[in-house]
């Protein structure tokens, strides 16, 4: 990929592709009863936390500048299986 700013009229047409990744916390016993769970901090449930293993020992092979998250233990739990 060429890293040099295009000038004059070519300038227009310069797109920059960042990439993102969004990712929802796992299964809550709250999310599987279909309870909406809104901003009450519920735990994961043991298939919650099988799916948040599997998918931090996917995440770990991609390079991420920053990475965001809620204040919840759920969503601090697969932020911390990433770093």
């Not at 990712?23 to 709250?30: D, I, L, P, Q």
Request: with cysteine.
């Amino acid at each position: 990929m060429n890293s040099e700013r295009p000038t004059g009229k070519d300038a227009r047409w310069h797109i920059v592709y960042t990439p993102r990744s969004l990712v929802r916390h796992a299964e809550t016993a709250w999310s599987a009863s279909g309870i909406h769970t809104g901003h009450v901090d519920i735990s994961l449930t043991q298939a919650g936390e099988r799916s948040c293993q599997t998918l931090g020992h996917h995440l770990r092979s991609r390079p991420f500048s920053a990475v965001w998250s809620s204040p919840s233990q759920r969503a601090m739990h697969l932020r911390a299986l990433r770093l």
